[in-house]
Structure formats: C-alpha cells, structure tokens
C-alpha cells in the first residue's frame, strides 16, 4: 500500500493534520505523521515526533525550547525534517509527502521536500503559495496549492480545499508506489540506459536548440531541456554539480546578461560554473546575450535614449545589450570556462545570437556582437578551451546539429580515454 508522509507542527496545526491523516486513510493510503513542532504541546498523537526529529538534526528539544528562538528552531526542525524524511525513503516507507502551513510551516515541510529524488510526488499546501514561491520550491518539483485562506481550523473554505489536497496526494502516492513496484518486478529492457544531456533554451534560440535536440536524440541521448528563467538556469546547475548529465550542450546564456545588468531573469552568479567544476564535457555558445529581460514595458527602469526596447510579449520587455556589456559578458564567459577541468567548447554564430539579433533584426549589432567576441577570445587565449566560429546564427538548424554532434564526439572521446 503506498505510503503519505504528513509533516507539520502538531502544536499548531494539530487538529488540521489529524482531520488529514483522517481523510488520507479513507483515501486508501498509509500515513506517516511527522512532528516538527517545538513549544507547545502536540494536538494529535504522532508517528515521528518532534523529540526524533530534533535528534535526527542533532540536538535535543530540551536546548531548543530554552533557548526560545523561533527561527533557529525552525531552521534546526527543518533539518531533522529532512534526515527523517530521507530516512523513510530510503526504507520505501514514503511514496508521497504533504504538509500545510503558513511561513514557517512551508519553510520547514519544503526543506526535505526538496532534498527527496525528482517525481517523488511533494505536495505543499500554503498560504504562502500566490506570491514568490522561489525560496521553497528551489530547482525541485514541488507542487504547491494556495490555501486561501491561513492554516487556520476547518471551514467552508479551507475544507474543500484541503480534500481537494488529500485527494491529489493519495491519488499521486498510489501511482507512484505502483510504479515503483511494477519496476521492482519487471525491469524494462535498457531503462535508464540513455545518457542524459542536458540543453540550456530561450524563445528566440528555440529553433537552433530543437536542431540540437532532435540530433542529440538520434545519437542516442535523453534531453532534457532548461528554460532560461533564472530557475531554470540553476536547476541546470544543481543537476550538473549532481554528476546527473553525460554532457551539457548551453546554447542559451541570457541569465548571465541578466546577472550583469540587473534584468529580472538572473539564475545568479554561479551559472555556467558546475559542469566545468565536475568535468563534464559542455559545448557552449551565446545564445540572448544580446539582450536582458526585464517585466512589462510600463514596469520598465529608465533607460537611456538610444537603448533599443523591444516588448517581447505582454510580460517581459527586453533591452538591447551595449558594446561594453557584452564586452563584459564575454570576459565572464571566459573566465568561468577557463576554469573547467572536463572537456570545453565555444560556438561562436557570427551572424546573430537571438532571432532578434540576426541579419535585418531589430537587435542586430555587429560592433556589440563583435565586443562580445573578442573579448570572449582574448579571455579564453591560452585555454583548454577550444573556440570554434561558424558563419551563420543561433538559429540556423545547421548550426544546432553541429554543435550537437561535437559534444557528442567530446563524450566518446572521454569515454574512450576513462
């Protein structure tokens, strides 16, 4: 039978995790109940209670109830959370996990659902759901339900609500623990046997990362494919540093232009950083470093008169990059390529970087692009890095198959070495 792990604090939300654990059980599924609360007395009897889940982050409740600090003692269940919830995973005892909460509640139940494997079902219900759900949701696939209303009793709102949460979970875990048995018993022929590449996309280099991904495809690889939206970016990144990708084919590196010059879309400034550092053979190229996105065209910080605006669509607005931008974004495409220890290549497509940029296009600039270009040669002079031009754009699909087919050869030639 598959198994829902409820994570809460039983001193405050006691009563709505019993009226979960309820409904659960007639949904058909086991439920684990794990205390994360620390002051108060816990409503409802648990099956991991919060003295094992602070031991499990190695401290005693004792010391957290003296020392009254709410956020350290957030921070601390969290972390036991976590250890607690891995642990049940690991003991196939955890087919799914839900929690329900306000700020601290969400902060707490999302921290091990973050940790726990992709498709591992992790449902959050939160009042915190309809504004910034970065900091909970991180690169993992959280789902997240808004309650409406704050955690707060059962009523004509929340109830529907919450059974509408139950009934998602149960029928989520169930799928889950059915596939993960009939994987156990009848383990399909070469599952898992792709290697994964991973691609890096925008939709103005859509058409030359599709080229890509149907060559890659052909040659036998799994794709998967990041949208460029500052998460995207990072969870690129997390997966990489992972060791989960057999290459890493990034096409696409407006984020970075973002990082520099203050566009909404930044995925920080480590990107472009963990397959260098884990060896990973990465093709790279430039792709929307010529512009930055920003949010709608009335949300738009002066700009000086001669930046070129162009309304992307109703919700991001993006800006040309000047010369000494993208001789800065060259400079910083260099430097974090100079420091990778696996195999590296640039493409470099003289003739636009974006379906904006090519020949006739509103962002054409070759005095921009070419800044762009010497100071990436300059800084990658001397380099393990090899630096190859084509003569077309991004979007060329001939462009995209063969930068797909050299980071296919820089795998097998990896391969052949190890």
């Given amino acids: 039978m598959a198994n829902v792990v409820l994570v809460g604090t039983l001193d405050t939300k006691g009563v709505e995790y019993g009226w979960l654990r309820e409904r659960l059980l007639r949904a058909g599924v086991e439920v684990v109940l794990v205390d994360t609360g620390v002051m108060g007395e816990p409503r409802v009897p648990a099956d991991v209670p919060r003295e094992a889940v602070a031991r499990a982050a190695g401290a005693e409740l004792s010391e957290l109830r003296t020392a009254a600090d709410r956020g350290a003692a957030v921070t601390t269940m969290a972390r036991g959370a976590e250890a607690t919830l891995l642990r049940l995973h690991a003991e196939g005892r955890l087919h799914g996990v839900m929690a329900v ?3 601290g509640g969400t902060s707490i139940a999302t921290r091990p659902m973050r940790a726990l494997p992709l498709g591992v079902p992790k449902l959050m219900v939160s009042s915190m759901a309809s504004g910034d759900v970065a900091p909970y949701v991180g690169s993992s696939d959280i789902a997240m339900m808004h309650s409406v209303v704050d955690i707060a009793g059962i009523n004509r709102v929340s109830g529907p609500i919450l059974a509408n949460a139950v ?7 169930k799928v889950f ?7 156990r018993r009848t383990p399909a022929a070469g599952a898992g046997s792709r290697p994964l590449v991973a691609t890096s996309m925008a939709g103005v280099t859509t058409a030359g990362v599709d080229a890509a991904r149907e060559r890659l495809t052909e040659l036998g690889y799994e794709v998967l494919v990041f949208h460029v939206s500052g998460m995207g970016g990072r969870t690129l990144e997390t997966l990489a540093a992972r060791g989960m990708f057999a290459g890493v084919l990034d096409l696409t590196l407006s984020e970075l232009a973002d990082d520099l010059c203050g566009g909404i879309l930044t995925a920080g400034p480590d990107r472009l950083s963990a397959a260098g550092r884990a060896g990973i053979p990465q093709v790279v190229s430039l792709g929307a470093l010529d512009m930055v996105k920003f949010g709608p065209l009335e949300t738009l910080p002066e700009q000086p008169p ?15 990059t000047t010369p000494d931008e993208c001789a800065e974004l060259g400079r910083r495409v260099a430097a974090k390529l100079r420091a ?4 590296t290549a640039v493409c470099v497509p003289l003739r636009g970087l974006s379906t904006l940029g090519t020949p006739g296009g509103p962002y054409h600039d070759p005095a921009a692009d070419g800044a762009l270009f010497s100071a990436l040669r300059e800084g990658l002079r001397g380099s393990a890095a090899r630096l190859y031009d084509y003569d077309t754009h991004i979007n060329d699909p001939g462009f995209g198959r063969a930068a797909a087919d050299r980071l296919h050869a820089m795998i097998g ?6």
Avoid: D, K, W
């Avoid at 001669?306 to 040309?320: D, E, K, L």
């Avoid at 030639?413 to 190890?418: E, G, I, K, T, W």
């Fill in 101 to 103: 909460g306000g700020s």
């Fill in 167 to 173: 009934q998602a979970i149960a029928a989520m875990a």
């Fill in 340 to 343: 990778a220890t696996g195999p």
């Fill in 413 to 418: 030639a990896m391969a052949v070495a190890a």
């Fill in 177 to 183: 623990a059915r596939s993960a048995l009939e994987a």
């Fill in 306 to 320: 001669h930046r070129r605006v162009h309304a992307h669509n109703p919700s991001i607005t993006v800006v040309r």
